[in-house]
């Protein structure tokens, strides 16, 4: 399964970041691949090409805080989920990512 992610919590700090990487290491030990783009105190980090998002299955949302450029999701299938939630159980969200796809 192809997905694409965001992260972003209030301060745009450290959750943000260890969201990012517990779906890449959730999502590597599942066997999918996966672009995360990370948006916070620096702004928009490792943006999301086009055709990443335009051959995604999913797009995970792990968002406290307002992200930029919502609209690039729309016809994608989306979860929305807190950091917190990723930090805690990250394969378990994107199970149910793959159960929304297929």
């Known amino acids: 399964m192809k997905i694409v992610a965001v992260t972003a919590c209030p301060s745009g700090v450290a959750h943000t970041f260890m969201a990012k990487k517990a779906l890449e ?19 928009i980090e490792d ?16 968002i406290d805080a307002h992200i930029g450029k919502m609209n690039r ?8 989920v807190s950091t917190k939630k990723v930090l805690k159980n990250a394969k378990k ?3 149910k990512a793959e159960s929304k796809v297929k």
């Open 25 to 43: 290491d959730a999502a590597k030990e599942l066997g999918h691949n996966i672009k995360v783009e990370t948006q916070g105190a620096m702004g």
């Open 47 to 62: 943006e999301l090409p086009v055709d990443a998002i335009n051959e995604a299955d999913v797009a995970i949302l792990a």
């Open 73 to 80: 999701f729309d016809n994608l299938t989306k979860i929305e």
């Open 93 to 95: 969200v994107i199970e």
